[in-house]
């Protein structure tokens, strides 16, 4: 037989009210029940831990050094159904978010301090890798969601929602003769070399774009290769060619590079920057950092 919170409890409530018929009524218990379950933890402590007199129930010397750490035992007990209440509702705990460098254009700003304030006491625990990296990461358990741009890799385990659409957009060096333009169709752009993004870290932003050029009728020659856009830029910056990025690639102001509108109707909302994460048995916090923010429409798992 092993001493339960059940007994404690009734003990404790005892030794407060004095009285076995009031701790009854508390207790919404028949006192005949309560008489019997207090009978069985004496038994199974092997000594007598209350006395009836006629000022009523009082506490035997044994009786009061178990009520003192049945006291701390309800006590280390609720703290504990607390917490784990809290964390199963996204409340407490901590969230190990994974996300690529664009998102810290425009959606990170706008979405930490809003998870912030609505779950203050959930420590946030962040990382910057590519869209496989962190891909991997979440499946390894590394990471509890991720942040990434363009399509993520199919995966029946995995769920994700698209929380920010953008354009996809022509970066140009700042004296090349499409950079005075208010807008161009892709296939000014047939002849140029391009800036891409590594088929091997970033294959979904690689596909869209390699999409996006067949459909305007060429196949893009290639130049160099990147992860980031930020790197995407730079190296547009330092004439190695042009490049389409997305179009809150705006932001990363620089003089040497125009950026200029696509007249594609493919081009406009080609992107989605993501929240990806389990799509069993995942972080509640994940749920209410998507809450954070009016997401798009859903998006498979597969897209």
Same mark, same amino acid.
């Given at each position: ?5 059940? !007994? ?5 409530? *005892? ?7 009031? %701790? ?6 028949? !006192? ?6 207090? $009978? +069985? ?6 000594? !007598? ?17 178990? @009520? ?9 007990? #609720? $703290? ?33 301090p809003a ?6 006491? @959930? ?5 910057e890798d ?8 979440l499946r390894?358990?590394? *990471? ?7 399509? %993520? ?12 659409? #953008?354009? /996809? ?5 700042? #004296?090349?003769? /499409? ?20 088929? +091997? ?20 020659? *290639?130049? !160099? ?6 790197? @995407? ?14 179009? @809150? ?18 081009? $406009? ?21 998507? #809450? ?10 597969? %897209?």
């Amino acid at each position: 037989m092993v001493m339960d919170l059940r !007994q404690l409890r009734q003990l404790v409530t *005892i030794a407060e009210l004095g009285s076995y018929r009031r %701790a009854a009524e508390v207790l919404h218990i028949a !006192q005949p029940a309560l008489s019997v379950s207090i $009978q +069985k933890l004496e038994h199974l402590v092997g000594v !007598q831990l209350l006395e009836r007199g006629t000022r009523g129930v009082t506490l035997t010397a044994a009786g009061q050094a178990l @009520v003192a750490d049945a006291r701390r035992a309800l006590y280390h007990a #609720d $703290q504990a159904r607390q917490a784990a209440r809290r964390v199963g509702l996204g409340e407490w705990g901590t969230l190990r978010l994974g996300f690529v460098g664009s998102a810290t254009y425009t959606l990170l700003p706008r979405l930490l301090p809003a998870f912030r304030a609505t779950c203050p006491e @959930v420590a946030l625990e962040l990382r910057e890798d590519s869209t496989v990296g962190l891909l991997a990461m979440l499946r390894s358990g590394e *990471i509890d969601a991720a942040l990434v741009r363009g399509p %993520a890799a199919e995966d029946p385990l995995l769920a994700s929602w698209a929380l920010e659409r #953008d354009d /996809l957009i022509l970066a140009v060096p700042r #004296d090349h003769p /499409l950079a005075r333009a208010e807008a161009v169709p892709l296939s000014a752009a047939r002849g140029e070399s391009f800036v891409v993004y590594s088929p +091997k870290m970033v294959p979904g932003l690689h596909g869209v774009i390699q999409e996006l050029c067949r459909g305007a009728g060429f196949s893009p020659r *290639i130049g !160099q290769e990147a992860i980031q856009v930020q790197t @995407v830029v730079s190296l547009v910056a330092s004439g190695m060619g042009v490049a389409l990025v997305p179009g @809150v690639a705006r932001v990363y102001t620089t003089p040497h590079v125009a950026f200029v509108p696509l007249t594609d109707p493919r081009a $406009q909302g080609a992107l989605a920057l993501s929240l990806v994460t389990h799509r069993e048995g995942a972080n509640a916090a994940v749920l209410r950092l998507r #809450d954070c923010l009016a997401p798009c429409a859903p998006v498979a798992a597969a %897209a």
